[in-house]
């Protein structure tokens, strides 16, 4: 999107990922709105401190039958994220 002086076509992607021209032109546009620019203010407020955890959340592999086993760790696990401002 930004390598190219007049940016890049959703017709461009369509032919370049080949996948359809619908799906191309969503693309195109959630890409663009997570480009522009935003005058965000810091999460939780200035000053405020803002802790962040994860976890893996899914079956011990040592339960699932043998075929169903993908590996050690997060391996076939959902990521799951939390953010909670620690600041009264």
Same mark, same amino acid.
């Given at each position: 999107?930004?390598?190219?002086?007049?940016?890049?076509?959703?017709?461009?992607?369509?032919?370049?990922?080949?996948?359809?021209?619908?799906? +191309?032109?969503?693309?195109? $546009? %959630?890409? %663009? !709105?997570?480009? %522009? !620019?935003? $005058?965000?203010?810091?999460?939780?407020?200035?000053?405020?401190?803002?802790?962040?955890?994860?976890?893996?959340?899914?079956?011990? !592999?040592?339960?699932?039958?043998?075929?169903? %086993?993908?590996?050690?760790?997060?391996?076939?696990? !959902? +990521?799951?994220?939390?953010?909670?401002? +620690?600041?009264?």
């Amino acid at each position: 999107m930004v390598s190219s002086k007049k940016g890049i076509s959703a017709h461009q992607l369509h032919r370049l990922l080949g996948i359809t021209y619908k799906s +191309a032109w969503f693309m195109a $546009h %959630r890409i %663009r !709105e997570a480009m %522009r !620019e935003s $005058h965000a203010t810091p999460m939780g407020g200035e000053g405020k401190t803002v802790e962040m955890d994860e976890t893996f959340v899914g079956g011990l !592999e040592k339960n699932k039958h043998r075929s169903k %086993r993908k590996g050690t760790g997060g391996v076939g696990k !959902e +990521a799951v994220y939390s953010l909670v401002c +620690a600041d009264p």
